[in-house]
């Protein structure tokens, strides 16, 4: 108990610097947008320096397009249970997984975009999926091979597979529990502790699934509904 109130407060502390610095970071996006409008309207720059100020612009809307897409996610913390539809999930993780295609498959199951998994706090649900994602696509994708992810539909809420070597780690769940290199070992510790909080659970299957990959496969389960029969 002790060990876990000392993690909240070191994390609480962390979420307060994170704050600060975020200020700090919006005052200098804010400082670049501005230099990079006001290049851009330099009627006497040679055309070398067009195209270099023209690919800052580019690499800035991206930049700005990713944080507005988390920025939701921000604002919600704290809202009200809401109903979590899989189209959603799959849309949202599209959107921001569009790139690298070539390194990995994201697919999503025809039942899983058009079912109703539970009612979950939005941001709770979407972050730890992300979480989630996040170590399938490095376990599935650190020897070089292309990885797969598959999003499925289950009796009480969903799963994430992967196509890797699978999860040798007793200690998965546990705070600064990993296996990774320079891994924080916080992920999924929190991700579970989350989700329990808002009545699901996230557990690592222990044997296969019908329609999952191979590898791990994690699966979020809303206790709410949950049919103990």
Same mark, same amino acid.
């Given at each position: 108990?002790?060990? &876990?109130?000392? #993690?909240?407060?070191?994390?609480?502390?962390?979420? #307060?610097?994170?704050?600060?610095?975020?200020?700090?970071?919006?005052?200098?996006?804010?400082?670049?947008?501005?230099?990079?409008?006001?290049? +851009?309207?330099?009627?006497?720059?040679?055309?070398?320096?067009?195209?270099?100020?023209?690919?800052?612009?580019?690499?800035?809307?991206?930049?700005?397009?990713?944080? &507005?897409?988390?920025?939701?996610? @921000? +604002?919600? =913390?704290?809202?009200?249970?809401?109903?979590? =539809?899989?189209?959603?999930?799959?849309?949202?993780?599209?959107?921001?997984?569009? #790139?690298?295609?070539?390194?990995?498959?994201?697919?999503?199951?025809?039942?899983?975009?058009?079912?109703?998994?539970?009612?979950?706090?939005?941001?709770? =649900?979407?972050?730890? /999926?992300?979480?989630?994602?996040? &170590?399938?696509?490095?376990?599935?994708?650190?020897?070089?091979? +292309?990885?797969?992810?598959?999003?499925?539909?289950?009796?009480?809420?969903?799963?994430?597979?992967?196509?890797?070597?699978? /999860?040798?780690?007793?200690?998965?769940?546990?705070? @600064?529990?990993?296996?990774?290199?320079?891994? +924080?070992?916080?992920?999924?510790?929190?991700?579970?502790?989350?989700?329990?909080?808002?009545?699901?659970?996230?557990? #690592?299957?222990?044997?296969?699934?019908?329609?999952?990959?191979?590898?791990?496969?994690? =699966?979020?389960?809303?206790?709410?509904?949950?049919?103990?029969?």
């Amino acid at each position: 108990m002790e060990d &876990n109130k000392d #993690l909240l407060i070191r994390l609480a502390l962390l979420g #307060l610097v994170t704050e600060t610095i975020s200020h700090e970071f919006n005052v200098l996006r804010r400082n670049v947008r501005e230099s990079i409008s006001s290049l +851009k309207k330099s009627e006497n720059l040679p055309q070398q320096e067009k195209e270099l100020v023209e690919r800052l612009n580019n690499l800035y809307m991206t930049m700005e397009s990713k944080l &507005n897409f988390y920025s939701p996610l @921000y +604002k919600q =913390i704290g809202s009200p249970n809401i109903s979590i =539809i899989g189209g959603e999930i799959a849309s949202f993780i599209s959107q921001e997984y569009a #790139l690298d295609t070539d390194k990995r498959s994201i697919q999503f199951s025809k039942t899983f975009c058009n079912s109703y998994l539970g009612k979950a706090q939005h941001d709770v =649900i979407f972050s730890s /999926v992300i979480s989630v994602l996040e &170590n399938a696509i490095y376990w599935s994708t650190i020897e070089g091979n +292309k990885g797969e992810i598959r999003f499925i539909k289950t009796p009480n809420g969903f799963a994430i597979s992967d196509n890797g070597k699978g /999860v040798n780690n007793p200690n998965l769940f546990q705070a @600064y529990s990993t296996t990774r290199p320079r891994g +924080k070992g916080l992920g999924l510790f929190l991700s579970k502790k989350s989700l329990e909080k808002i009545g699901w659970d996230l557990t #690592l299957a222990t044997e296969s699934i019908q329609n999952c990959l191979p590898g791990a496969t994690f =699966i979020f389960t809303d206790l709410n509904t949950y049919d103990k029969s």
